[in-house]
């Protein structure tokens, strides 16, 4: 059961932009997802990664700057951001579900991807 109301702009963007080509196809839906948030998301930007702390299940929350989109291979079965902490180097990039990444200093067409993402997951859609 979602737990958003539908958005019927939304909803056109995600259906004509997004997956307009990818049918039923799981990978193709995900790589529809894939180009559409490498093409939208301008990085980098600083955010928040929310994470669960798997033993006590608190959300653990660290400042980091968001990189850009994971490699694709790793993004067929969630989006995937690489990212690093402030002043790190080249040898502290993780990367992070895009679900767990809340920006804090980012344009609007940014916001507006990750918002679509967000709703995606929210309304309970699936690759």
Do not use: H
């Amino acid at each position: 059961m979602p737990n958003v109301e539908r958005d019927e702009t939304r909803e056109q963007r995600i259906e004509t932009e997004i997956i307009v080509d990818a049918g039923n196809d799981k990978e193709e839906r995900a790589m529809g997802w894939y180009y559409y948030l490498d093409d939208t998301l301008n990085v980098p930007f600083l955010a928040k990664w929310k994470k669960k702390v798997r033993k006590t299940g608190a959300i653990e929350e660290k400042e980091v700057e968001v990189l850009g989109m994971a490699p694709d291979e790793d993004c067929l079965r969630d989006m995937f951001v690489d990212v690093v902490y402030p002043g790190g180097n080249d040898e502290d990039v993780f990367s992070a579900k895009l679900s767990e990444i809340e920006a804090i200093d980012a344009d609007e067409e940014t916001l507006e991807a990750l918002a679509d993402w967000q709703y995606w997951l929210a309304r309970g859609y699936k690759f």
